[in-house]
């Protein structure tokens, strides 16, 4: 009876030795290693800090800039295409990268096309001594960053140089063929300036480079003739009621550091031969946050006015252009109305590698 007993007990022991060494072993096996617990989908369809990306500016003193992108820029990517899409006067890069990803998304294109969204920080952005700013107006010109003191300032055009220079990395991105950059309101101005004062198109030769400008309310103009209704043509405004109205942004006089290294006839060619579209929202025609100052309302008396005009201008002065003009119907002051109705998803398909 004592042998039995004895047996039991070491029979018991041992099944309980085994289930606890089972139950160890799979709580081992659940643990998940340090680089496994969290995998980030690629493409990154959503604008939070997955999506989020940081590279670096270099100089003498290094700064850091944060975008969102639907893949990394240090890996290697079989994508087709890139989409720069910038913000407006809000800063707000996280909706425009959504904006620009619904729109990829619709167009069943996300594994062929890397969407990045930069994004344009002022001051109050700034969390840590290498993040890079601009003044509030200042990162729409291409202006060179803030504080005046700083070691070393880089333009906010140079950002996307940067960008641009990344992406034409074969060792990266050996099949992408074409980059736009595309912009809406005060993210157009920009656009529109880069397209025009930029030395990187037509110096990467496995790259095409074009622009989208949306709605935006101010234009390059390449000499001081604005759109006079009495005589309905261009002509020199009276100067009196408007000084400084030919100055940069608005014109060629004045300009900052990144537009001076251009001559105003190295500008003039970029804006006759870049492929360049802008987008008009038909229903763009109120005046909320519209500037209304003299030399602004030179230009139209509201956005899809001035851009009209605009486009006139450029059949006056440059007429072998290459800018293009849409027309989106029933499309206000609203980035998605543009670049996500039926005309404008066309329109990007179209721009697209097959």
Known sequence: MNI????????VSLIAFSCEDEKETKSKDE???????KVISI???????????????????????DIYSTHPLDSVMIVK??????????????????TMVKAIEN????????VIAPMFKNEEDVFNNTDIYWSYLGWRYGNNSQPSSSVNRHSSFSVIDTLINKLSNKNHFPKLNKVFIGGHSAGAQFVQLYSAGNSIDGNISSIEIGYWIANS???????????????????????SECEGYNEYPRGLEDRNTFMNKLSIEKIKENIS??????LLGEEDITNSALTTTCY????????????AKYFSFLNKYFSSHNYKKITIPKADHDKDKIYLSTEGLSFISKQLSN
């Open 4 to 11: 039995s007993r004895s047996i039991f007990i070491l029979i």
């Open 31 to 37: 643990e998940p290693l340090d680089d496994e617990k």
């Open 43 to 65: 493409p990154c369809l959503s604008a939070n800090d997955d999506c989020k990306q940081t590279i670096l500016l270099n100089g003498s003193k290094n700064y850091t800039f």
């Open 81 to 98: 295409d890139a989409i720069i899409f910038v913000h407006g006067k809000d800063r707000n890069a996280n909706q425009y990268f959504n």
């Open 107 to 114: 167009l069943n294109k996300t594994k062929d096309v890397i």
């Open 217 to 239: 309310q101010f234009f390059l103009y390449t000499n001081g003739n604005r759109w006079s209704d009495i005589i309905s043509d261009f002509a020199v405004p009276d100067l």
């Open 273 to 278: 031969s870049r492929n360049v579209t802008l």
């Open 296 to 307: 602004a309302m030179l230009l139209g008396k509201h956005r899809f006015d001035r851009g």
